[in-house]
């Protein structure tokens, strides 16, 4: 049984996601005409690079709470399903919000809330159940 499949692969996506957004910027700066290393002038350059910035600014947070709350929670499920479903849920959260976003920076409140709750239950999960094994000694 891969134990760890699911996270990895959730992990990994969640890299592909980023480098997506990376690629987003580029063609942003080609639509727009704005060298590197300007990171500011056009509004679609403006917005692709937030989403970009602010997804490398969630990873810090994402990843390791991913990885810990699949590794304290392993033993009631083994193969990483749950975590890695929650995983995919931050994923879809920053993929809207970096969509939105790109439409119009109203619109991505939505997947804002999506992945900051994503993060918020594997961040949680990991520190309540690291205390639980804590005590329970």
Not at 10 to 19: D, G, I, K, Q, S
Request: contains cysteine; positive net charge.
């Amino acid at each position: 049984m891969q134990t760890h499949a699911y996270v990895t692969i959730v992990t990994l996506v969640a890299l592909l996601v980023y480098f997506w957004m990376g690629i987003r910027v580029g063609g942003a700066r080609r639509v727009s005409g704005i060298a590197a290393p300007a990171m500011t002038g056009h509004p679609a350059l403006d917005r692709a690079v937030r989403a970009h910035a602010n997804t490398l600014e969630w990873l810090p947070i994402f990843l390791p709470s991913l990885w810990l709350c699949h590794l304290f929670w392993q033993p009631q499920d083994p193969t990483g399903v749950v975590v890695a479903a929650i995983g995919l849920v931050w994923i879809i959260g920053r993929v809207l919000y970096a969509l939105g976003y790109a439409a119009d920076p109203a619109k991505r409140a939505m997947g804002f809330y999506i992945q900051s709750l994503a993060a918020a239950v594997l961040l949680f999960g990991a520190l309540g159940k690291a205390v639980m094994v804590l005590v329970a000694g």
